[in-house]
């Protein structure tokens, strides 16, 4: 006789049942184990398609902000030569003036101005003909009082400078609008 014909068949029974649960529970927990596996592989793998597209994105990103940078800087710098090109205008045109006004001071130089060859308030004409040692050919002229003819060269200084103002502005506008 055996040991194990001296258990009772309802012990056996039981005993079967207990390892067959064991096995099921064992097996379960195998598979579960299998899942989790499988499962962790696929979220680690997703972890790093996620982790590589970001860096991509990070990285693009940087070389566009790189790229504008670059781009303002240029336009930075053509916008510095262009204010430097239209301050060296303006103060040459300013040296020009104020050396012209000092020669109309010092009479150094006299400002004229062509007369009409008739005079329709006086009735009286002008002769058309130069006397004789007279440089100018033509029509007579007539010399403008200095201080006159300073209260016009202000005037055209004043034209001039905004002209040139107007100028940097156009320019400046193009500069900024036009993409490069």
């Known amino acids: 006789m055996r040991l194990f014909d001296l258990i ?4 056996r029974i039981a005993a079967v049942g207990l390892l067959l649960v064991m096995l099921a529970a064992g097996s379960a927990g195998l598979a579960w184990t299998a899942q989790d596996w499988r499962y962790g592989k696929q979220l680690e793998r997703t972890a790093r398609l996620h982790s590589d597209t970001l860096r991509e994105l990070t990285q693009a990103a940087a070389t566009l902000q790189r790229n504008e940078q670059d781009k303002r800087y240029a336009l930075e710098q053509r916008l510095h030569k262009k204010d430097e ?3 060296k205008e303006l103060t040459d045109e300013q040296t020009k003036q104020a050396l012209l006004r000092d020669r109309l001071a010092t009479a150094d130089l006299r400002l004229s101005v062509v007369l009409a060859a008739t005079d329709d ?3 009286c004409s002008v ?5 004789t040692g007279c440089v100018v050919h033509g029509t007579t002229r007539a010399q403008l009082d200095r201080a006159h003819a300073q209260r016009i ?7 001039d400078q905004g002209l040139i103002a107007l100028r ?5 506008a193009k500069e900024v609008s036009t993409p490069k």
């Open 127 to 131: 002769p058309t003909t130069p006397a």
């Open 8 to 11: 009772p068949v309802q012990y």
């Open 153 to 159: 060269i202000g005037i055209t200084d004043a034209g």
């Open 85 to 87: 090109t239209h301050y």
């Open 168 to 172: 940097a502005c156009q320019d400046y």
């Open 121 to 123: 308030i006086s009735g």
